[in-house]
């Protein structure tokens, strides 16, 4: 079978692959291995495959297949993608509120100038999506360039998930053009869909597999071979904590450990992007850490994350880039810090998003029933 080609955007490991310190957790040595050899041999392979199939990533004991056997599926039809020159899209400055000060962390600010530099990966233009009456995102423009760790944040039915799904492929939009490395993803899903890697929002796994089947069936439908998804099942599932639930049926994991099998599925077959909603809810704060690690340094070896999430400290701890979207449009993008100026980040967010409400009228709630 013809390896199908996508053309490998300049990214940073496209000409340095950047050498990444011992990590602290050794939970997370495996997947930081799979990341950095994986990411580093896509950007040198000319031959432009778009997965990493590597023949040995890590040793795996193929003694210890997963204890359901586990029939394999017929090797995927993947159709070549044409060598395209990408469009070159010029940004759409979204404007930005005065910046009066900017309260910087140095390391932040010292990355913050080469993701910049970086080519975009992702450019959403005009996007509207309706749903009857209910206009969910409105003219919405975003911009994500490579190596970028890039937080959408919005209250409560903003059209976070509408706005994703529409990014990956998921929800046609009523207007809008969104290409992701230069394919446009809703002429051409197919190819758009092998450069991604995505967690959506109230996913619906094939719960009657279990983890190990569930992650083979992920692999396997990306094109990896046999050897290659269990030793990357193996890898995955020690960084996410998840080695003794594998041989569980996903039916039976609590709502955090179905998020990180997910989250596992979608980073299998080690795509360029990744676009994940909402990946920390449920998941605890130790597995959160470990979520983050692994998230930051595929991001350091030339990985692009988009991901939404409420929580605020997190976004502007992690992420270089921030979008803040209220009722379907966004109210302001950027980096962390031109988006937060002076402020934090939550309070910035809290008054794009209409100030807090003070609650009245609710004496009721102080006269208790019984
Ligand atoms: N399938 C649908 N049919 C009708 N309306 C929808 C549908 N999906 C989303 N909406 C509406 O679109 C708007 C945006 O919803 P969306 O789920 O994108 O918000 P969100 O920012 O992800 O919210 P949350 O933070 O609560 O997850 C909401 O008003 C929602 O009710």
Same mark, same amino acid.
């Not at 013809?2 to 990444?20: D, F, H, I, N, Q």
């Not at 939404?308 to 502007?316: A, K, R």
């Given at each position: 079978?013809?390896?199908?080609?996508?053309?490998?955007?300049?990214?940073?490991?496209? *000409?340095?692959?950047?050498?990444?310190?011992?990590?602290?957790?050794?939970?997370?040595?495996?997947?930081?291995?799979?990341?950095?050899?994986?990411?580093?041999?896509?950007?040198?392979?000319? *031959?432009?495959?778009?997965?990493?199939?590597?023949? %040995? !990533?890590?040793?795996?004991?193929?003694?210890?297949?997963?204890?359901?056997?586990? *029939?394999?599926?017929?090797?995927?039809?993947?159709?070549?993608?044409?060598?395209?020159?990408?469009?070159?899209?010029?940004?759409?400055?979204?404007?930005?509120?005065?910046?009066?000060?900017?309260? #910087?962390?140095?390391?932040?600010?010292?990355?913050?100038?080469?993701?910049?530099?970086?080519?975009?990966?992702?450019?959403?233009?005009?996007?509207?999506?309706?749903?009857?009456?209910?206009?969910?995102? #409105?003219? !919405?423009?975003?911009?994500?360039?490579?190596?970028?760790?890039?937080? /959408?944040?919005?209250?409560?039915?903003?059209?976070?998930?509408?706005?994703?799904?529409?990014?990956?492929?998921?929800?046609?939009?009523?207007?809008?053009?969104?290409?992701? @490395?230069?394919?446009?993803?809703?002429?051409?899903?197919?190819?758009?869909?092998?450069?991604?890697?995505?967690?959506? &929002?109230?996913?619906?796994?094939?719960?009657?597999?279990?983890?190990?089947?569930?992650?083979?069936?992920?692999?396997?439908?990306?094109?990896? &071979?046999?050897?290659?998804?269990?030793?990357?099942?193996?890898?995955? %599932?020690?960084?996410?904590?998840?080695?003794?639930?594998?041989?569980?049926?996903?039916?039976?994991?609590?709502?955090?450990?179905?998020?990180?099998?997910?989250?596992?599925?979608?980073? /299998? @077959?080690?795509?360029?992007?990744?676009?994940?909603?909402?990946?920390?809810?449920?998941?605890?704060?130790?597995?959160?850490?470990?979520?983050?690690? /692994?998230?930051?340094?595929?991001?350091?070896?030339?990985?692009?994350?988009?991901?939404?999430?409420?929580?605020?400290?997190?976004?502007?701890?992690?992420?270089?880039?921030?979008?803040? /979207?209220?009722?379907?449009?966004? !109210?302001? %993008?950027?980096?962390?810090?031109?988006?937060?100026?002076?402020? #934090?980040?939550? &309070?910035?967010?809290?008054?794009? %998003?209409?100030?807090?409400?003070?609650?009245?009228?609710?004496?009721?709630?102080?006269?208790? #029933?019984?």
């Amino acid at each position: 079978m013809s390896e199908p080609a996508v053309r490998k955007p300049a990214v940073r490991a496209s *000409t340095t692959p950047r050498k990444l310190t011992t990590p602290k957790s050794p939970d997370v040595a495996p997947l930081t291995r799979l990341a950095e050899q994986t990411l580093a041999e896509n950007a040198n392979d000319e *031959t432009t495959r778009p997965y990493a199939t590597r023949d %040995a !990533l890590v040793a795996v004991d193929s003694e210890q297949p997963p204890a359901t056997p586990v *029939t394999p599926l017929p090797e995927p039809t993947i159709e070549p993608v044409p060598q395209e020159t990408p469009k070159a899209t010029a940004p759409r400055t979204i404007s930005l509120p005065a910046v009066t000060a900017v309260n #910087s962390k140095a390391a932040k600010s010292a990355k913050e100038p080469a993701v910049v530099e970086a080519p975009t990966v992702l450019v959403a233009r005009g996007l509207v999506k309706r749903f009857g009456h209910n206009v969910a995102v #409105s003219d !919405l423009d975003l911009t994500v360039r490579a190596g970028s760790f890039y937080g /959408i944040v919005g209250p409560n039915g903003a059209g976070k998930t509408t706005t994703l799904s529409m990014i990956t492929g998921l929800l046609r939009p009523t207007a809008g053009n969104v290409t992701v @490395h230069g394919i446009d993803v809703w002429a051409r899903p197919n190819e758009a869909k092998r450069v991604m890697g995505v967690l959506p &929002d109230r996913l619906r796994l094939f719960d009657r597999l279990t983890g190990a089947q569930l992650l083979y069936y992920a692999g396997t439908l990306r094109g990896l &071979d046999n050897d290659t998804v269990r030793s990357r099942s193996a890898d995955l %599932a020690v960084a996410f904590g998840l080695e003794d639930a594998l041989n569980r049926l996903v039916a039976d994991y609590s709502a955090g450990m179905t998020k990180k099998i997910a989250l596992a599925c979608a980073m /299998i @077959h080690s795509p360029r992007v990744l676009v994940l909603d909402e990946p920390f809810e449920s998941v605890d704060p130790v597995s959160a850490v470990n979520v983050t690690e /692994i998230l930051q340094k595929y991001v350091a070896a030339g990985g692009t994350v988009v991901l939404s999430s409420h929580g605020m400290d997190l976004i502007q701890r992690v992420c270089d880039h921030v979008a803040i /979207i209220v009722q379907g449009r966004v !109210l302001a %993008a950027g980096t962390i810090d031109e988006v937060r100026g002076p402020k #934090s980040l939550e &309070d910035r967010f809290v008054e794009l %998003a209409g100030g807090r409400k003070v609650a009245e009228g609710m004496e009721w709630l102080h006269n208790f #029933s019984d």
